[in-house]
C-alpha cells in the first residue's frame, strides 16, 4: 500500500480523508445489506472506507471526480478497478451502472454538495432503499430532526416523507486529514415500507420549500402566494407555524392545497 500522502486533499473539492478505520468500519457496518446486491460509495479518496465495504457480500462501486483519487484506487484496489466510475456523482446518470436495479449509497461526503447528494437520492428513492453517511454535524442533526425542534426544516420534511432517518453517531474533526472546522455526523437512512405519497409531489415540495422560507411566520401568512381560498385559510392547521408540523401534516396540508386548487 502507498503511503498517506499519496493523495494530496483539494479544498475545491472538500476533501478530508478520512484516517480512522475504527470509523470507517463503523460507517460500513451501519447499512444492513438486505434488498439489494449493490452498494455506490461516493467519494472514496484512498478508499479507507471502502476497504470494508470490498469485505461485505455485496458488489461495491465508487464514483470519484478527482483523478488523483482514482489513480491511487486502481493502483492499491485492483479488484476494483473496472468499478471505479470517473464522474461528477450529481452530474451522471446512474442507470448507465445500475440499470433500474436497487443499490445503496454510502460515503463521507463533501460538505459543500452533500445536501445536493441527499436530494439526488431522494429523486432516485425507488431504488435506493439504503443510505449511510457522514455530513457536517449539524446537516446530520438537521436531516434527522422532529417537529417542533430549531433546526427542523426543508431537509428533515422532505427526506422523512419518504425515508426513516436515524442518527448514528458523532465523529471528531481530529479523525481527518485535514481535519475540517467542525464535527461530522453519521447517519441512516431507511426507507419507509409505503414510500409513495398522499397527493402532488411537486406541490408537496414547493408548500415544505416555501413554508420554511418565512419559518417565523404562520402559514397562513408565508403560503399567501398559493391563493388559497378564504375556507380554507380559516382551517385551524394555517394558524401553525411550520415547524410545528409533522411530516403527516404537511402532507396533509397539501392535499388540502391540492383540493382548493382543483375546486
Known amino acids: 500500500m502507498t503511503n498517506q500522502n499519496q493523495v494530496r486533499a483539494k479544498k475545491h473539492l472538500g476533501q478530508h480523508f478520512l484516517k480512522d478505520e475504527s470509523v470507517a468500519e463503523k460507517i460500513a457496518d451501519s447499512l444492513s445489506y438486505k434488498g439489494y446486491d449493490q452498494i455506490l460509495e461516493i ?69 459543500n454538495i ?6 439526488k437520492t431522494l429523486e432516485m428513492r425507488a431504488q435506493i432503499p439504503e443510505f449511510s453517511g457522514m ?6 442533526l438537521r436531516i434527522c430532526s422532529s417537529e417542533g425542534s430549531k433546526v427542523y426544516g426543508i431537509l428533515s420534511v422532505l427526506t422523512q416523507a419518504f425515508y426513516d432517518a436515524e442518527y448514528l453517531f458523532t465523529v471528531p474533526p481530529h479523525v481527518f486529514n ?62 401553525k407555524r411550520p415547524e410545528q408540523l409533522s411530516v403527516p401534516l404537511f402532507l396533509e396540508l397539501t392535499s388540502l392545497i391540492q383540493e382548493d386548487s382543483n375546486l
Open 114 to 119: 452533500s445536501s445536493q447528494i441527499l436530494f
Open 178 to 239: 485535514p481535519p475540517p472546522k467542525v464535527d461530522s455526523g453519521v447517519l441512516l437512512l431507511k426507507r419507509k415500507a409505503n414510500f409513495e405519497l398522499p397527493c402532488d409531489e411537486a406541490l408537496f415540495f414547493r408548500v415544505v420549500k416555501t413554508a420554511f422560507q418565512q419559518r417565523r411566520k404562520t402559514l397562513r401568512n408565508s403560503l399567501k402566494t398559493f391563493n388559497l381560498s378564504d375556507n380554507l385559510k380559516a382551517n385551524t392547521i394555517f394558524d
Open 43 to 111: 467519494g472514496p479518496g484512498m478508499g479507507v472506507l471502502t476497504k470494508y465495504l470490498l469485505n461485505k457480500d455485496t458488489t461495491t462501486h465508487v464514483i470519484e471526480i478527482d483523478t488523483e483519487s482514482v489513480d491511487y484506487l486502481k493502483a492499491n484496489y485492483l479488484n476494483l478497478s473496472n468499478r471505479i466510475i470517473q464522474q461528477d456523482f450529481l452530474k451522471y446518470d446512474l442507470n448507465l451502472v445500475f440499470n433500474g436495479e436497487p443499490f445503496a449509497i454510502i460515503g463521507n461526503f463533501p460538505y
Open 135 to 140: 455530513f457536517q454535524k449539524e446537516v446530520a
